[in-house]
């Protein structure tokens, strides 16, 4: 595909990165020289200085034979306009990184589409509710719905003394157990498991499930004695922060610390939550900390966009007595170590940006690509169609690769749980999880 990502950013930066793996024609745009210079020193991809929004700049980089245009620049109103242009100079698909709510509404859809903008991405509240997510269940790392919650998937650090260590799969999820073992995380490598592999004290493991069945796998990994979360401390301002004190349940309580006396009243002026207080204060100071009462927290949310600063803030809210941690890291180079640190749940928002990138790169009908975080894997929703190969055999017949596995699939509105003798019909949406680069080879599949 040629695709031409405008704006040399982290966002930009980090696609051109993902997608420069899989060969692509990639042409990165900005403004700026020095930051094309970052990205040219260690990719092996096209930069082109210019603005984003010129219709000669445009023409220029050949956009009338261009695959896909992602405008990920700072600028919400930059994005959108470079998108309507590239779309009428003739470019075939384009998404624009957006900062409004109001435009991600279903019944705006149609309208982004009449102008020229296909889709739109907001990594910032999909990371603001994403956290919600985990404040909501303490004992999970990961947690994402599929189908409006027919299906969840979980990612869970298992522990010493869980039901569940040291067991051949095929014996704790068979055909008929109410859950799938979908992806293991083990010491830097992720695993698609299979019948005679085993789960490991301190795995990160990936179930999926339905939703009658999620106190079960809370009890079979050990995890019933973490605490409800009802009080929680988020140190950063801004917009991802203002996103989770908008999706916060009613019985949580926050108190959000922030330095910056602009930024604090930005987010205070934006909050419409009464169970929500901003502090204009920091939260790397155990002073503060202790008088805001940190031993009465159950939760602790670093989402500053520095990555060292919320990795030690978690660690320090760790040694306070604080059982959930959740980090925003946006330098990946950190992930792992944060991973080895046991800060709990790490968000990026760029893997946001990326899964939705993955979705409009395939030529299937594909709902939404997840990229998780923490593990070198893919979750996709693929729509099954007529015809596809999918529906030519049972599941155990498909001949599927071995870095593939199939966690479920909703029918008529409800999720099941899938199987060898499972067969798909047209209409199915199938959850796959995929390695890292490996969801070209599932996409024959659903074509």
């Not at 610390?257 to 934006?270: G, W, Y």
Request: proline letters at 4%.
């Amino acid at each position: 595909m040629k695709i031409i990502i405008a704006g040399a950013g982290e966002v930009g930066r980090h696609l051109a990165k993902l997608l420069a793996k899989e060969n692509h024609d990639i042409i990165l745009m900005d403004e700026d020289q020095e930051s094309l210079d970052i990205v040219g020193q260690n990719l092996d991809i096209l930069t082109y200085l210019g603005q984003p929004s010129s219709i000669s700049a445009l023409r220029d980089v050949g956009i009338a034979s261009v695959d896909l245009f992602i405008g990920v620049t700072p600028n919400e109103n930059l994005n959108m306009t470079c998108c309507m242009l590239a779309k009428k100079l003739g470019a075939r698909k384009t998404v624009a990184r957006i900062d409004d709510t109001e435009y991600t509404l279903a019944e705006n859809r149609v309208f982004f589409r009449s102008v020229g903008i296909d889709s739109l991405i907001y990594p910032e509240m999909l990371a603001g509710q994403e956290i919600v997510h985990n404040l909501k269940h303490s004992w999970v790392r990961q947690w994402w719905e599929v189908q409006g919650g027919q299906l969840v998937l979980l990612g869970v650090k298992v522990r010493q003394g869980a039901d569940i260590l040291n067991k051949p799969l095929r014996n704790i999820c068979g055909p008929n157990d109410p859950f799938h073992v979908t992806a293991i995380k083990r010491d830097g490598d992720t695993l698609m498991p299979h019948g005679d592999d085993v789960i490991c004290e301190n795995d990160l493991v990936f179930f999926m499930t339905t939703p009658e069945h999620i106190d079960y796998i809370r009890q079979v990994s050990g995890k019933e004695d973490y605490p409800e979360v009802r009080n929680v401390f988020i140190m950063g301002g801004g917009l991802t922060t203002i996103h989770v004190t908008r999706h916060l349940p009613s019985h949580i309580h926050a108190k959000v610390f922030e330095p910056d006396p602009h930024l604090s009243a930005f987010t205070r002026d934006n909050i419409d939550n009464p169970n929500v207080m901003v502090i204009n204060g920091d939260a790397r100071d155990p002073d503060i900390l202790r008088e805001e009462n940190i031993e009465k927290v159950e939760a602790f949310v670093a989402a500053t966009e520095n990555s060292e600063s919320n990795i030690l803030s978690c660690l320090a809210a760790h040694r306070f007595g604080v059982r959930k941690t959740v980090s925003m890291i946006e330098n990946t180079d950190y992930i792992t170590m944060a991973q080895s640190l046991d800060i709990g749940t790490i968000l990026n928002k760029k893997t946001f940006a990326a899964g939705h990138i993955y979705r409009m790169m395939l030529r299937a009908d594909v709902e939404s690509v997840k990229s998780l975080t923490v593990a070198a894997a893919d979750v996709a929703e693929f729509h099954v169609k007529e015809g596809s190969r999918v529906t030519n055999a049972m599941v155990r017949d498909l001949h599927l690769p071995g870095s593939v596995n199939l966690g479920g699939y909703v029918r008529d509105g409800r999720g099941y749980l899938i199987n060898g003798s499972t067969c798909f019909v047209p209409g199915d949406v199938v959850v796959a999880f995929c390695l890292e680069g490996e969801i070209k080879k599932l996409e024959r599949y659903f074509k």
